[in-house]
């Protein structure tokens, strides 16, 4: 089975600091691991994934993501937050072998980035 | 969002009435989902369909049907709508299983059942 949570409802920082949204999963085999992000009144957007190799991730708009196989981790990143990062963020696993073909999705943590 | 529509945007109705979403992609892309979000749960899968009339199951699917008879559209129904299913519901399109960028989603359609 694939499960992912997202521990924090809320993750506020300030802008120009460093932000992380915590992601952690659990499957059964090798995970396929994706960031969307929603602004508000729109649908998710996808943000980055990882399948195999490095274990940093790179990925649209200056984000990035850190795989961690040993603590079932795989947090967002962004060295420099900036107020218009404020939106939903949902992380998503993919259990491989065996798991279904379509991610199972966290349930969202909201970044409010303040000026 | 490009290339895939859902409508109506908001809808209310009112408990009992049959409702009916659509999703109208211009991509044809083969893989069509639908979701539903909600506060504290995040996004659920009900349906999702992997080809033209080839539908299967969500976790959340009890209470909900699809069609799919073209391409292009995947309509979702509710045959009895119930408070429980006020919520906001998303469409997404894949070309393949396993896309490069993940899946696009639509701008989604808020229901509020009364």
């Known amino acids: 089975a694939q499960s992912v949570a997202q521990p924090e409802d809320q993750v506020n920082v300030a802008e120009g600091n460093p932000l992380t949204v915590k992601c952690t999963y659990s499957v059964s085999g090798n995970p396929y691991l994706f960031w969307y992000v929603q602004y508000p009144n729109r649908g998710l957007q996808f943000l980055l994934k990882?399948?195999?190799?490095?274990?940093l991730v790179k990925g649209s708009y200056g984000f990035e993501a850190e795989f961690n196989k040993s603590q079932t981790s795989f947090h967002l990143k962004k060295p420099s937050a900036l107020v218009s990062d404020s939106a939903l963020y949902f992380c998503?696993?993919?259990?491989?072998?065996?798991?279904?073909?379509?991610?199972?999705f966290g349930r969202g943590t909201s970044l409010i980035v303040h000026p | 969002d490009a290339g895939i529509t859902q409508s109506p945007r908001h809808k209310v109705t009112e408990t009992g009435t049959p409702v009916t979403l659509r999703c109208h992609q211009t991509e044809n892309h083969r893989y069509m989902y639908w979701y539903r979000q909600d506060p504290g749960h995040g996004l659920r899968l009900i349906h999702y369909s992997y080809g033209v009339k080839d539908t299967d199951k969500g976790e959340v699917s009890d209470g909900y049907s699809v069609s799919r008879s073209k391409t292009e559209d995947f309509l979702l129904t509710l045959e009895s709508a119930t408070s429980s299913q006020t919520s906001v519901y998303f469409c997404?399109?894949?070309?393949?299983?396993?896309?490069?960028?993940?899946?696009?989603f639509g701008s989604g359609t808020r229901l509020t059942v009364v």
């Open positions: 998503a696993v993919r259990d491989i072998p065996g798991g279904s073909y379509i991610p199972t």
């Open positions: 997404a399109i894949s070309d393949i299983a396993e896309p490069l960028y993940g899946y696009t």
């Open positions: 990882y399948i195999t190799g490095d274990n």
